[in-house]
């Protein structure tokens, strides 16, 4: 007779009397316990782990990922997972995904669901239309990682992006509108110069300056 009735998933006992119905089995309420703390689950959200029964706070304090950021559990169901080669995989909360540099957010709040993952390095559009970039294991906005990453004009301080036409010249790199003649201001048709006291003239300017020498 035993054989045929039910038996409890925490101590193997026949079950008489009420039931408690978790994880695909059946318990005595006195027996689903948290396999962490001992407290009773019957009336509390619980968690399985492995084929353990754990209270909230314990599944999550010992198996949830935990922010890169905060170093705290992440309980949301949204979060971001960053895959850097070098350095492994991060976690962050999503409201802690945010540019290393300045601080802004990468995404909007939001009251979707999953894990969003990022490999690698590089330049990233998601669904959200936020575009960031991943270098050494932390991600910038697109201005800090310009600003902090290109190199910049000698004149106007401003980053020369990749494709940018631009001149290497006098120990710097220069837009291409900012090196200019000393004497007309005006940009060089082609990266040829003449140097006098370090500065750059265009042959008329140049050929102007020997005239009034002689």
Same mark, same amino acid.
């Given at each position: ?32 316990? *948290?396999?962490? *703390?001992?407290?009773?689950? %019957? ?15 314990? @599944? ?7 922010? @890169? ?6 309980? &949301? ?23 290393? %540099? ?25 669904? &959200? &239309? ?9 991600? @910038? ?20 992006? &990749? ?20 004497? *007309? ?16 003239? *265009? ?9 009034? %020498?002689?």
């Amino acid at each position: 007779m035993r054989g045929n009735g039910l038996s409890c998933a925490g101590c193997a006992g026949p079950i008489i009397g009420r039931i408690v119905s978790a994880m695909g089995q059946r318990w005595h309420p006195g027996c689903f316990r *948290c396999s962490a *703390c001992n407290e009773l689950l %019957e009336h509390v959200s619980s968690f399985d782990h492995e084929g353990k029964p754990y209270c909230h706070l314990d @599944y999550h304090e010992n198996f949830a990922p935990r922010c @890169y950021h905060c170093k705290t559990a992440i309980i &949301d169901e949204r979060f971001i997972t960053l895959d850097d080669e070098a350095l492994g995989k991060r976690t962050y909360h999503e409201q802690h995904f945010f540019c290393a %540099e300045c601080g802004d957010p990468f995404l909007p709040p939001s009251s979707g669901s999953g894990g969003l993952t990022v490999t690698g390095d590089g330049e990233f559009d998601l669904d &959200d &239309d936020v575009g960031f970039t991943v270098y050494k294991g932390h991600p @910038y906005c697109e201005a800090c990682h310009v600003r902090l990453r290109m190199p910049k004009c000698k004149h106007c301080k401003k980053s020369i992006r &990749d494709g940018m036409r631009a001149v290497e010249a006098l120990g710097g790199k220069w837009c291409w509108e900012c090196f200019v003649c000393e004497g *007309c201001k005006k940009p060089f048709d082609d990266p040829s110069f003449f140097l006098r006291e370090n500065k750059p003239f *265009c042959e008329p300017c140049f050929s102007l300056i020997l005239r009034n %020498e002689v």
